[in-house]
């Protein structure tokens, strides 16, 4: 049975399920964060995943990418699988901007978390799992 890592449960917010993946919001306001967990128990590298659910995999990524590039317009969306300190299986899609608090460096470990205003929150997660569920349908 799926469980989220307690980790990630509690550095994100929840956003919506896609056909393979949990969609979650990472609460750092500085940088829009998105981390795709596909919905398996003991996956811990890509490899894990069968074949077919590789390519799945590969679909949210785009449809996250898409969709943080739609409602952001950032000048880069990073993508990557670390697992170094979550070893459940995780992507990480960021949109980025020259003039973020990281650039052009990675996101992790830089400065300190801006955590989102409540409202802030609520919104961001309603306009993304709207967002998320339209472009799943595409």
């Known amino acids: 049975m799926f469980e989220l ?3 990630l449960a509690k550095d994100t917010a ?3 399920a896609l056909d393979l993946c949990k969609v979650i919001l990472m609460t750092d306001a500085r940088f829009p964060w998105l981390i795709l967990v596909p919905q398996r128990s003991g996956l811990r590298e890509l490899h894990d995943l069968s074949p077919d659910e590789r390519a799945r995999l590969m679909e949210d990524i785009a449809i996250a990418s898409q969709v943080l ?3 952001y317009a950032p000048d880069k969306i990073n ?3 670390l697992g170094n ?3 459940q299986l995780h992507i990480h899609v960021i949109a980025r ?3 973020d608090d990281a650039w052009p460096g ?3 470990g830089q400065g300190t978390p801006l955590p989102y205003a409540q409202t802030d929150l609520a919104r961001t997660q309603n306009d993304l799992k709207m967002a ?3 472009a799943e349908t595409k």
């Open 69 to 71: 590039e739609q409602t």
């Open 5 to 7: 890592h307690p980790q």
């Open 97 to 99: 901007n020259r003039n």
């Open 79 to 81: 993508v990557g699988a």
């Open 106 to 108: 990675p996101v992790w």
């Open 85 to 87: 300190i979550v070893e």
């Open 132 to 134: 998320l569920k339209v």
């Open 14 to 16: 929840p956003v919506v």
